[in-house]
């Protein structure tokens, strides 16, 4: 089982570029979410999703934008990178009806100069 | 929002040596789960707790859904060097999808 698969591992942009990270699942769990791991912070929740086509805001979600045409895939955004995003992504997926557990991806180092 | 207290923060210890860390939470929980994080990885799921008071064991791992319901302990017995790396504990309401997560404990074997 692939379970959480995110692309790039690793990434560097300039300040002001965008890009999109990537995560698919293949567990058909509806819930998704991103969340991003800076030090001595634990993991902050940017945006979620509790299925198709709906997307919400989490603890930190500015200069981030993510979207879900499907359930196996939850992209996330940065519009205009800044310094300040430099931080390691993950991408989780939950199945709340049966377990509650998170399942992550293997997380993208984004350094921002 | 809401906040859960992990501590310690970091722990130094010796091979051999028990480990013990703990999360408190302000609210009710009915779900309390710890992971493992290893360098370069995601956080991988140790143990998951269901029911106030329950006591479930992976290995040498022990984890424990406080009576309270608001509280969870992680024992790591006879530490080994695989077992450093961030240990995070995460809470979960019957009302939300989300989890809580604490800021995580880094285990760190003096050699």
């Known amino acids: 089982n692939a379970g959480v698969t995110q692309t790039p591992k690793f990434q560097v942009l300039k300040t002001g570029q965008s890009m999109t990270l990537q995560c698919a699942q293949d567990m058909n769990h509806e819930y998704m979410s991103w969340y991003r791991q800076d030090p001595g912070m634990g993991l902050r929740l940017i945006h979620y999703s509790v299925g198709a086509g709906i997307t919400d805001q989490g603890e930190v979600p500015n200069g981030y934008n993510v979207s879900r045409s499907t359930t196996e895939d939850f992209p996330l955004r940065l519009l205009s990178a800044a310094p300040s995003q430099t931080s390691v992504y993950f991408c989780?997926?939950?199945?709340?009806?049966?377990?509650?557990?998170?399942?992550f991806g293997q997380g993208t180092r984004l350094t921002v100069v | 929002g809401q906040q859960l207290n992990q501590s310690p923060q970091s722990m130094f210890i010796q091979e051999g040596e028990d480990v013990s860390m703990n999360c408190t939470s302000s609210?009710?929980?009915?779900?309390w789960l710890w992971y493992k994080q290893d360098p370069g990885e995601g956080p991988v799921l140790l143990i998951a707790l269901y029911k106030a008071g329950e006591l479930t064991s992976n290995g040498r791992l022990t984890a424990q859904f406080g009576i309270t319901r608001k509280d969870s302990f992680l024992n790591i017995s006879a530490s080994i060097p695989s077992d450093v790396g961030i240990y995070f504990c995460a809470g979960k309401s019957r009302s939300n999808y989300q989890l809580i997560w604490g800021a995580g404990t880094k285990l760190i074997i003096k050699p």
């Open positions: 609210s009710i929980f009915n779900t």
């Open positions: 989780a997926s939950i199945d709340p009806g049966r377990s509650d557990w998170a399942f």
